[in-house]
């Protein structure tokens, strides 16, 4: 088992410092990742207040993983080929390499 570290993060304007067996810049991601989803609430909610954002936040992030979970891992598969051929198709296109 990996050992724990400290990370400390920013979520919607405060700090936090959290032990996880995780890389640092993982644990950064998903902090900024959770910051990002409670300050897009909040600008469709702006008199509620942060603990309620907290929440509204993880109960959206949990709906996105519990409809990801029920996919097909077929579609799952054919999702990520289809994502991949794009991005390649955009990389192609900056580097002007013609197919």
Known sequence: MAAEASTEVEIYG???RLRSTHEGSDVEKLAAFVDRRMRQLAQ???QVDSAKLAVLA???IAEELF???QTDPGTRTEKIRERVEG???KLDAALGVSS
């Open 44 to 46: 469709h909610l702006p």
């Open 67 to 69: 409809r990801e979970q």
């Open 87 to 89: 991005l390649i198709a």
């Open 14 to 16: 405060r700090r936090y």
């Open 58 to 60: 993880a109960l959206n």
